[in-house]
């Protein structure tokens, strides 16, 4: 199994940075790749980045384009996400998954609690 806890997530305005991060434990070999989805109130989870296990390929939601950088270092088993620009609909819990890959959470196999990201206007 693997436990992923995520962290990072606090109030912040509109136009501001924010670093995520996730931490995984226990069999880690098994992360492969990592990503960050996020599910708004009343809205579905929905797809933000993704990680390949060395870090070479990255995909990202058209939404966070240009503005969301998702890293990973291996030796500390962490992957982040570091969020610029930030925007009031950027507003949701954000969520760690690991062991798959691309924009469905359904492919993902592992799953943290969350951490709750709010952009005020």
């Known amino acids: 199994q693997v436990q992923l806890v995520e962290s990072g997530g606090r109030l912040v305005p509109a136009g501001g940075s924010l670093r995520l991060s996730c931490a995984a434990s226990?069999?880690?070999?098994?992360?492969?790749?990592m990503g960050w989805f996020r599910q708004a109130p009343g809205k579905e989870r929905e797809f933000v980045a993704v990680i390949s296990w060395r870090g070479r390929d990255t995909y990202y939601a058209d939404s966070v384009k240009g503005r969301f950088t998702i890293s990973r270092d291996n030796a500390k088993n962490t992957v982040y996400l570091q969020m610029n620009s930030l925007k009031p609909e950027d507003t949701a819990v954000y969520y760690c998954?690991?062991?798959?890959?691309?924009?469905?959470?359904?492919?993902?196999?592992?799953w943290g609690q969350g951490t709750q990201v709010t952009v005020s206007s």
């Open positions: 226990g069999r880690t070999s098994s992360t492969s790749a």
């Open positions: 998954a690991a062991s798959g890959w691309g924009n469905n959470p359904n492919d993902y196999r592992f």
